[in-house]
């Protein structure tokens, strides 16, 4: 696997982190940069762990996992897009999460980078240099979730419910997709 195809396929392994932060960044609206941070570092973290995991116990891992990894992906995202649409509904005024839990924030990075632990098979398979593409996989997640997590400041004055419509629908998607 040359430079090229690493850089790629760890930018892909981000994609699913940048829209689960773009979700929550239309609906938090304080303490902001606290938030993005905290899940930008978990979600690069579990993002660089995973590959390595996957690659250390390729055979036991991936063929356990491998059967249930879409249920439980798809399990999570339902979840939480159910739950945004329930409290876009549920509430008079604008939805506001000032804090993300810290259960919500350890399922969000699992299932973002469950991806990452089959992609760590792959490098094993290609006998590629994990650690790098681990640190290369995290770094971008960790960028890209920031940038997700902030663009949402320049479609702030959008309605509040048709913003949690759109995180929900979000989840939704990356649901399906997992399937």
């Known amino acids: 696997m040359n430079l090229t195809e690493t850089i790629i396929l760890a930018a892909v392994l981000a994609i699913d982190a940048m829209l689960v932060s773009f979700s929550y960044g239309l609906v ?13 570092s978990s979600f690069a973290l579990f993002q660089f762990i995973m590959p390595l995991i996957g690659w250390f116990f390729t ?3 991936y063929g356990y996992l491998q059967t249930y990894s879409k249920w439980i992906v798809f399990s999570v995202f339902i979840f939480l897009g159910l739950k945004f649409l329930f409290e876009t509904f549920k ?8 804090c993300i839990s810290f259960f919500c ?23 590629a ?3 790098f593409f681990s640190f290369l996989t995290g770094f971008i997640t960790f960028c890209l979730s920031l940038f ?3 663009v949402t400041s320049l479609i702030k004055n959008i309605n509040s419910k048709i913003l949690g419509v759109i995180a929900a629908l979000l989840f939704v998607y990356l ?5």
Not at 91 to 98: A, R, S, T, W
Not at 105 to 127: E, F, H, K
């Open 59 to 61: 055979n036991f891992v």
């Open 175 to 179: 649901a399906i997709k997992a399937l």
């Open 28 to 40: 938090i609206y304080e303490r902001r940069n606290k938030n993005a941070l905290m899940m930008a």
């Open 91 to 98: 509430n008079e005024d604008k939805i506001e999460i000032v």
């Open 129 to 131: 240099n994990v650690l």
């Open 105 to 127: 924030l350890i399922s969000l990075s699992v299932a973002t980078s469950i991806d990452a632990l089959g992609a760590g098979v792959t490098i094993r398979l290609c006998n």
């Open 148 to 150: 997700g997590f902030f």
